[in-house]
């Protein structure tokens, strides 16, 4: 398994950035696709976004489409998530998390977690 290091959270003002990363360590980073999502409390797990394979196709929740962005950096084994124009409603724990198949959507897609970031968005 791979294991996942999440880092960057932190208070943003609404409209404003924040870049999370998440380092991966173990298995070879390049052959994993890498999905982040984000609970907040009292709600499920949800799918943020996700990269997968090696020709890196990326897929967004509805939610952050055109305001988030997924990148990944294979050498130095992290991917990162960059969260533009941010709204109170993505305050959140943010995870990133290891797929192996199925719908990237989907938590039981992913087979290794992070401990997660928290971010928080004032209005």
């Known amino acids: 398994q791979v294991q996942l290091v999440e880092s960057g959270g932190g208070l943003a003002q609404a409209g404003g950035s924040l870049r999370l990363s998440c380092a991966a360590s173990g298995r070879t980073f390049s052959s994993h696709g890498m999905g982040w999502f984000r609970q907040a409390p009292g709600k499920e797990r949800e799918f943020v976004g996700a990269?997968?394979?090696?020709?890196?196709?990326?897929f967004y929740a509805d939610s952050v489409k055109g305001r988030f962005t997924i990148s990944r950096d294979n050498v130095k084994q992290t991917a990162y998530l960059q969260m533009n124009s941010l709204k109170p409603e993505d305050t959140s724990v943010y995870y990133c998390a290891a797929w192996i198949g199925g719908s990237v959507d989907s938590t039981a897609a992913y087979n290794s977690w992070g401990q997660g970031t928290q971010v928080t968005v004032s209005s």
């Open positions: 990269i997968i394979g090696s020709g890196g196709s990326i």
